[in-house]
Nanobody, 122 residues
Framework: QIHLVESGGGLVQPGGSLRLSCAVSGRLFRLYAIAWFRQAPGKQRELVAGITNGGSTSYSDSVKDRFTISRDLAKSTVYLQMNSLKPDDTAVYYC????????????????WGQGTQVTVSS
């Protein structure tokens, strides 16, 4: 069983930064691919960034060059560094695990955290 716990959300002004954390339980963490999704009110959940078990990263066009996904294998934690935040980034952010490890199945397996709210507003 894989458990994920997000933290680090909050209220930030436009242009500001936040770092989200996703703590992952499970002794096979290094084998998993992990992704960050977000869901804004009235919108579908969308994939924001992902990292494979080999460390390859990918980003949606809307966050490329502003967000960075990374992981700490020793802490079994994946981070999302968010810079130059915009009001459109306001959403609940969730992390998701793909135990297949290659990132082809982000959002397929039902391994989700509880989410953390990010609000970008002046």
């Amino acid at each position: 069983q894989i458990h994920l716990v997000e933290s680090g959300g909050g209220l930030v002004q436009p242009g500001g930064s936040l770092r989200l954390s996703c703590a992952v339980s499970g002794r096979l963490f290094r084998l998993y691919a992990i992704a960050w999704f977000r869901q804004a009110p009235g919108k579908q959940r969308e994939l924001v960034a992902g990292i494979t078990n080999g460390g390859s990263t990918s980003y949606s066009d809307s966050v490329k060059d502003r967000f960075t996904i990374s992981r700490d294998l020793a802490k079994s934690t994946v981070y999302l560094q968010m810079n130059s935040l915009k009001p459109d980034d306001t959403a609940v952010y969730y992390c998701n695990a793909d135990p297949d490890g290659l990132g082809y199945n982000f959002g397929v397996y039902d391994y989700w955290g509880q989410g953390t709210q990010v609000t970008v507003s002046s």
